[in-house]
């Protein structure tokens, strides 16, 4: 076994560092990861770390005390009714038609117009079944986050009672007054309470089925006996109960796992960092056993570590037939876990096998396919006007009324022919058939609606009608850095010399003995996991805190500008009793900046002159992140210091933040999670571990390899 695992990682390349091995750990119950010292980091001195996998315990919940519900009742006479292969009950089965979602604009809550709503949804067909890992993909802003919350409140028609969906938000708050154990605690009575109400509410609806069943039916006792195995399903389900001291050990096993520090069980949440809130979240799901787990943004703020228990759970979750829906920007992540995707576009739910890299390579197929039906059709199209042209000026040139009749005649059967042609094949490449697929063909004239037709010319029709071939147009995704213009030369920007910082004297130091410094044009990365540091260190970067110990000297002139890793949270909590728009919020930060200026930057990060004007309690998490990006570059900083800025962005968003960054002439210090992210970007890598702070030759790559490495011993 350990040949097949050494082989493994030996097969693993730069392009494609842990796919083998993510699959290999996950693989592990129990694990240890070292630190070592590598070849070509001498000076590094990393002490061993050691992660504490119960593998009894996620087995206990996702497998050992839910045995009964795993089973699925069969229908029919005797064992089976008319063979196993016809299943008459799927309780763990999400299906449903005709979804139609719409945010509304209530102008007593965002104070802005007369109301109006925005639709997300149109006629949608939703379908997660259990086993499957879906991956929910879609430009920020489409309505990811608010779908997940609609199935999370079972607020979508046809939604099954009986379904209590565990919802992990991607905003992480904390509460004075609750400590990572009393909100495990909190959060498993509420669920408890609202899966014994959906049992109930669904036993009440099957027994008034049962009771207006017909007895001189000929198909009674088979209907009878179905409705029956369904309440015994729900009964079973409901009568299962657990002491209290076990679910206080359950609580501090379900934290344990994802590596919460002990010493934080009594700690508020409050003042907690954000890697450490996250991971109590997620522990939320080890509390009980749901069908149904959605996951918004799981990877933020939590660590590389943290990472990988997020894999180890999601792949327990497969194993027990679970259902998991994942939003995420985390392209390593989806490619590995996610065994569908659900694409979230043009107010449509479209469905791939696979993971994110068959799903890109899906689209780009249908794509170029789009494109090769619209450049046929334009040709067709071209050599039919020509002819009815020609036929027109022929008939014009004739002196016979009966030939010109003739002609007039062909004319008119050519332009309705014209207006029928449109694409031959449908979209899984077979030819058309009225009877499959309708009279009217796609990207045909007789496709646009009789007003727009009416109004317009026949050349002025087949343009438009050439509009339905292509890809359909998405609002802009961009992150367009205005180039800087002042120049220091060979001097630093910022030298950090013997830095330590401390939070509490009597516990020592975070960090310290910290030698950095950071030239002009360059790229740094700090790494680290959660809880070292890295947060600190940037902060001082940035002019916001001082350090307990040592010196830091900043270059005469430099501006600075800092993306906190809570900021877009923070712009939940602004200004509660009045109206927060983006416009409204920069052109009270900068005084100074005209209108225009202000509206410039929101458009060069991919902020649209409506979303300008809506309230900032009501923009996607990664609109929130693009404000905040475009408020920390109107202050015309040299260099800009980043906290997990990928937290809250689409993947597209991501890789357009990477061309912005490599595109721009500016000095850039980022802290991620985000393996792909750091790769792309590239640049000088540190690692935050044991308070000291040391290079890493290689790039992430190299950090990760020794990491994995040590997992597969």
Avoid at 686 to 694: D, S, T
Wanted: net charge negative.
């Amino acid at each position: 076994m350990e040949q097949v695992l050494q082989a493994q990682h030996e097969s693993l390349d730069s392009t494609d560092p842990f796919a083998s091995a993510w699959s290999a750990a996950l693989a592990e119950s129990t694990f240890s990861i070292h630190l070592l010292v590598s070849s070509r980091l001498p000076s590094m001195t990393w002490p061993q770390l050691t992660l504490h996998c119960n593998h009894d315990f996620i087995e206990s919940v996702f497998s050992a005390e839910n045995k009964n519900l795993r089973k699925v009742p069969w229908g029919g006479r005797g064992k089976g009714g008319r063979g196993t292969s016809r299943r008459t009950f799927q309780p763990d089965d999400i299906v449903l038609d005709g979804i139609t979602l719409e945010y509304v604009n209530d102008a007593q809550l965002t104070g802005s117009g007369a109301g109006g709503s925005k639709l997300l949804l149109s006629d949608a067909y939703l379908k997660l079944l259990p086993g499957k890992v879906y991956a929910l993909v879609g430009r920020n802003g489409v309505g990811k986050s608010t779908l997940l919350k609609r199935i999370t409140a079972r607020k979508l028609p046809g939604f099954p009672p009986h379904v209590h969906p565990l919802f992990v938000t991607q905003e992480i708050f904390g509460y004075e007054d609750l400590t990572p154990v009393q909100f495990l605690l909190q959060h498993y009575a509420k669920l408890k309470g609202q899966t014994k109400e959906g049992y109930k509410l669904s036993i009440a609806a099957l027994e008034e089925q049962l009771d207006s069943l017909d007895a001189e039916a000929d198909d009674y006792q088979q209907k009878m006996e179905d409705l029956c195995s369904r309440i015994a399903y729900f009964e079973d389900s409901d009568d299962i109960e657990q002491e209290n001291e076990a679910i206080l050990e359950r609580a501090h096993d379900a934290l344990r796992f994802f590596g919460v520090p002990l010493s934080t069980f009594s700690t508020p949440t409050a003042q907690l960092s954000g890697g450490i809130r996250k991971k109590v979240a997620l522990a939320s799901v080890l509390m009980e056993r749901q069908q149904l787990i959605l996951l918004d943004e799981p990877t933020c703020h939590i660590d590389i570590d943290g990472i990988l228990q997020l894999r180890q759970l999601i792949d327990h979750c497969i194993q027990s037939n679970s259902t998991v829906v994942l939003i995420s920007h985390d392209i390593d992540l989806m490619n590995d876990v996610a065994t569908d995707v659900i694409h979230f576009h043009n107010h449509k739910l479209e469905y791939y096998t696979g993971n994110y890299h068959d799903f890109v390579k899906y689209r780009t197929e249908i794509i170029k396919h789009q494109i090769r039906q619209a450049e046929a059709l334009e040709k067709q199209r071209s050599s039919m006007v020509n002819a009815i042209d020609n036929l027109k000026k022929k008939s014009s040139g004739t002196e016979s009324r009966v030939a010109k009749k003739k002609l007039d005649r062909v004319i008119e059967s050519k332009k309705k022919k014209l207006e029928r042609h449109g694409i031959e094949k449908n979209d899984l490449g077979h030819r058309r058939t009225d009877q499959n697929d309708g009279g009217i063909k796609k990207g045909s004239i007789n496709a646009l609606d009789s007003t727009t037709r009416n109004n317009l010319s026949h050349k002025d029709l087949i343009k438009r009608a050439e509009v339905l071939l292509g890809p359909v147009p998405d609002k802009a995704v961009q992150f367009d850095f205005r180039p800087v213009l002042s120049s220091w030369g060979d001097e630093p920007l910022v030298m950090l010399m013997d830095v330590g910082q401390s939070y509490d004297p009597d516990e020592g130091n975070v960090f310290d003995c910290v030698e950095l410094c950071i030239r002009e044009g360059s790229t740094t990365i700090i790494l680290g996991e959660n809880g070292s540091g890295k947060s600190s260190l940037l902060s001082i970067l940035a002019r916001q805190a001082s350090p307990s110990e040592g010196t830091v000297h900043y270059a005469n002139g430099l501006v600075v500008g800092y993306f906190h890793q809570h900021a877009t949270d923070n712009l939940l909590h602004i200004n509660e009793d009045i109206l927060v728009t983006p416009l409204s919020y920069l052109s009270n930060k900068y005084p100074t900046k005209t209108e225009q200026e202000v509206r410039g930057e929101l458009t060069r990060f991919g902020l649209s002159p409506k979303q300008s004007g809506t309230n900032v309690k009501f923009l996607s998490g990664g609109e929130r992140c693009r404000l905040c990006m475009a408020s920390m570059m109107l202050g015309d900083p040299q260099l800009i210091v980043i906290d997990e800025i990928s937290n809250h962005l689409d993947c597209e968003s991501v890789e357009a933040l990477i061309y912005g960054l490599k595109q721009w002439n500016g000095t850039v210090i980022l802290a991620s999670h985000d393996a792909n992210l750091m790769r792309s970007i590239g640049g000088d890598y540190f690692v935050l571990f044991n308070g000291k702070l040391q290079r890493v030759n290689g790039g992430i790559d190299a950090y990760l390899r020794i990491l994995l490495s040590m997992i597969l011993k």
